[in-house]
């Protein structure tokens, strides 16, 4: 191994001092400055995910929702169904809404277009909805 022995001037040391010292601040503020960058990246993620969670939870109530309205309205819907001999023969009818105000005084409505918030009545016998057009059953009705 070769050694070399270097003599520097005090003026030479500084310089060198003063470059090694801006490199290693140079480097300590872009890791500062990068660790900064990346704990902002990550607040930013979680914000993003935190809004995702609270759509899918909101997605998840609002489909809950859907559902036990969809179980009312087939606990309240009636009908028939006259069978064919392929799926789209057979025919669904529905038993309309009676109202009773009192002595021969009775008024009908559809109970598809009660569930939509879509009151209308319905004339006695008609054989469809005017509003829906779901096919009437008046067999029960007296």
């Known amino acids: 191994m070769i050694g070399i022995n ?3 001037s005090d003026e ?15 480097t300590n503020n872009y890791y500062r400055n990068n660790a900064d960058w990346y ?16 759509m899918l939870v909101q997605k998840d109530l609002y ?3 859907l559902r036990e309205r969809t ?4 606990r309240s819907t009636r009908g028939t169904v006259t069978e064919g001999e392929f799926a789209y023969q057979r025919i669904t009818k529905i038993y ?16 598809i277009c009660d ?6 009545q319905v004339a006695k016998g008609e054989s469809n909805c005017s509003q829906c057009g779901v096919n009437l059953s008046w067999d029960k009705i007296k």
Do not use: M, W
Request: net charge positive.
């Open 71 to 74: 179980k009312e309205l087939r």
């Open 39 to 54: 704990d902002k990246q990550i607040k930013d993620l979680e914000q993003a995910l935190s809004k995702r969670d609270s």
């Open 12 to 26: 030479q040391i500084n310089k060198i001092a003063s470059s090694t010292a801006d490199k290693v601040l140079f």
């Open 63 to 65: 489909i809950e929702r």
């Open 96 to 111: 309309p809404v009676e109202h009773d105000y009192g002595d021969e005084y009775k008024k009908y409505s559809c109970p």
């Open 115 to 120: 569930a939509l918030n879509n009151k209308h």
């Open 6 to 8: 270097v003599t520097l």
